[in-house]
Nanobody, 120 residues
Framework: VQLQASGGGLVQAGGSLRLSCAAS?????MGWFRQAPGKEREFVSA????????RYADSVKGRFTISRDNAKSTVYLQMNSLKPEDTALYYC?????????????????WGQGTLVTVSS
């Protein structure tokens, strides 16, 4: 499974960005993770292809929305009300297992990162 992430960029605090991740084939779930400089990779959000079950990290609930386009095998992460602490390299990931949704150990396939920088 190949994943192509895009949509990162530089935005001011309070602004919005939409990340996209195109998959070469459908899996069972896709997720977004991020890694800030000097920090460990952390879970952001995940969605299942069938049923559209979603999950969010507490830090992004109410600000980020994950969605999918089955026809395009693409997952989106709409990020609103961005904060400087959202600055990170964002990775999309995919896997054929349902669980876990919110742990990087549950994902075997990873895309390249896309950089999100939020200025204050």
């Amino acid at each position: 499974v190949q994943l192509q992430a895009s949509g990162g960029g530089l935005v001011q605090a309070g602004g919005s960005l939409r990340l996209s991740c195109a998959a070469s084939r459908r899996t069972l779930k896709m997720g977004w993770f991020r890694q800030a400089p000097g920090k460990e990779r952390e879970f952001v959000s995940a969605i299942t292809w069938s049923g559209g079950i979603t999950r969010y990290a507490d830090s992004v609930k109410g600000r980020f929305t994950i969605s999918r386009d089955n026809a395009k095998s693409t997952v989106y992460l709409q990020m609103n009300s961005l904060k400087p602490e959202d600055t990170a390299l964002y990775y999309c990931a995919a896997d054929f297992r349902f669980q876990p949704l919110d742990d990087s150990a549950g994902y075997d396939y990873w895309g390249q990162g896309t950089l999100v920088t939020v200025s204050s």
